[in-house]
Each structure stands twice: as C-alpha cells, then as structure tokens.
C-alpha cells in the first residue's frame, strides 16, 4: 500500500510515517518501479504498536529500541516491563509534584477569595500573588 492509504489506515500523516521512517522505527518499504514507498501490511501493526507505546509516556527512541530487539528476533517483553515500571515511577513522582502544585494553587486561590481587588495597587502589581 502506498503512503497515503497506509498515512489514513493509522490514523496519521505521511510526513510521521516518512519521519519514523528516517528514525528506524518503520523499516524502509520496498518501492516500485515509479519509486512510490509500498508498505506491507504488517506496518500497520507496526505503527499500532508505536501509538500504545507513546500513549503509555514512552520515548520514540524507546519504542526504537523495542522494535530493535523484536527485529533481531528476541522478546522484548522483559524490557517493556523494566520501561513500564520506570514510567510508573515518574508518573507518581509527576502527580505529588501535582498535588503540591495543587495545594499552592489552591492557598493562592483562598488568599484571593480574602483579598478584595481594591487591595491592588501600582506597587504590589497584584496582591494575589
């Protein structure tokens, strides 16, 4: 299949796939004779795999190495599970860093509710913060 039908079979633009292309992540399609790419099937799955990849915080680069290991014909599971629990790590790490933010917000927020906005003046540019 050409760019453009397997561009809207994923759900994506040709300019991603021909950037996947360029980064290893899709390998280079056979072409044919008038130099159009012909990708198999088999990209699709490909280019599934990447989206869930991405949708779980991974890095282009390690979806990449994923592939590399599947490409060399071993089981990247291992691997995955090792990414997948450094994720879980930062993603706790991103919500207290949140739930702090929250709390300030919040304070700031309570502070203005006291504050009339009469309080502001040239000075102090805003008493709410």
Wanted: proline share 5%; glycine share 8%.
């Amino acid at each position: 299949m050409r760019i453009g039908e397997l561009a809207e079979k994923a759900r994506t633009r040709p300019s991603t796939l021909r950037y996947y292309e360029e980064r290893g992540l899709l390998q280079p399609p056979e072409r044919t004779t008038a130099g159009y790419r012909n990708y198999g099937d088999e990209t699709v799955q490909r280019l599934e795999f990447i989206g869930r990849a991405r949708a779980a915080g991974l890095t282009l680069a390690q979806a990449a190495a994923i592939l590399d290991v599947r490409d060399a014909g071993g089981s990247p599971c291992g691997h995955v599970r090792d990414l997948l629990d450094r994720r879980l790590v930062e993603i706790d790490e991103q919500l207290a860093k949140l739930s702090l933010l929250r709390a300030s917000v919040a304070e700031l927020r309570g502070h203005a509710a006291q504050t009339p906005p009469e309080a502001c003046t040239p000075e102090t540019i805003c008493e709410y913060l």
